[in-house]
């Protein structure tokens, strides 16, 4: 089972920052926190993973609290082609066997 | 990044046949690849994690001998849904875990639509 909870949905107007949040009350140490999306009819993507520091790359951001219970997956300026799926998983980084378990998601709207 | 490939993108089939699907890892050495089911509006399902050169591992209530997995190569798995039927239909990603730099991303296909007929 998925151990992260997510909004079912959200909004966002186009050229604003998006703010999806996850919650993940039960990491373990050893767990990272990955966000994957999946826009309509194609494989997810990766977007960005961390342990316990912020991250960005060249498409996210992601903020993780101090007590790392949940983190905020941050779009710095929406286009209509970050609507998609949006997926915030749980994983221990260093297991090649385990696996990616898919929650629900959010299901981000770009708004024009 | 690194890239993951399925083939086909989408297939047709008649009831009662078989149908592989292929995954591969192009610029890097897969050694596990997973395998994924999708039905309309839901989320991914994991079906099965593929190790080169052993048997695959199975989610429970996934039919091994239905859902045929060989990882013959560091590089390719196949997925072969044995005489499908409708309810087969839908939509089959996989996956691959990229050891390069110590960061074990895990990177998906395109994806695969199946639909028997």
């Known amino acids: 089972d998925a151990k992260t909870t997510q909004p079912p949905s959200m909004d966002c107007a186009e050229g604003r920052a998006a703010n999806l949040p996850c919650n993940h009350s039960?990491?373990?140490?050893?767990?990272?926190v990955y966000w994957y999306r999946q826009i309509h009819s194609q494989g997810p993507q990766y977007i960005i993973h961390g342990l316990k520091n912020n991250e960005t790359n060249e498409m996210a951001s992601l903020i993780i609290t101090e007590d790392r219970k949940s983190s905020t997956l941050i779009l710095p300026h929406a286009t209509l082609r970050d609507t998609a799926v949006y997926y915030c998983i749980v994983r221990v980084a260093d297991s090649g066997n385990t696996p990616l378990v898919f929650g629900k998601g959010t299901r981000l709207s770009v708004i024009a | 990044g690194a890239v993951v490939s399925q083939h086909p993108s989408w297939v047709i089939c008649k009831s009662g046949t078989s149908v592989k699907i292929e995954c591969r890892s192009l610029d890097f050495q897969a050694t596990t690849m997973f395998w994924y089911r999708q039905f309309p509006k839901q989320s991914l399902m994991l079906m099965a994690t593929?190790?080169?050169?052993?048997?695959?591992?199975?989610e429970q209530g996934v039919e091994k001998d239905k859902f045929l997995i060989n990882h013959a190569s560091l590089t390719l798995s196949t997925l072969t849904v044995t005489s499908a039927h409708p309810e087969d239909s839908s939509f089959y990603i996989c996956?691959?875990?990229?050891?390069?730099?110590?960061?074990?991303?895990?990177?998906f296909g395109e994806g695969s639509w199946l639909t028997v007929v």
């Open positions: 996956s691959a875990r990229d050891p390069k730099n110590g960061r074990n991303t895990i990177y």
């Open positions: 593929s190790n080169e050169g052993s048997k695959a591992t199975y």
């Open positions: 039960t990491i373990s140490g050893n767990e990272y």
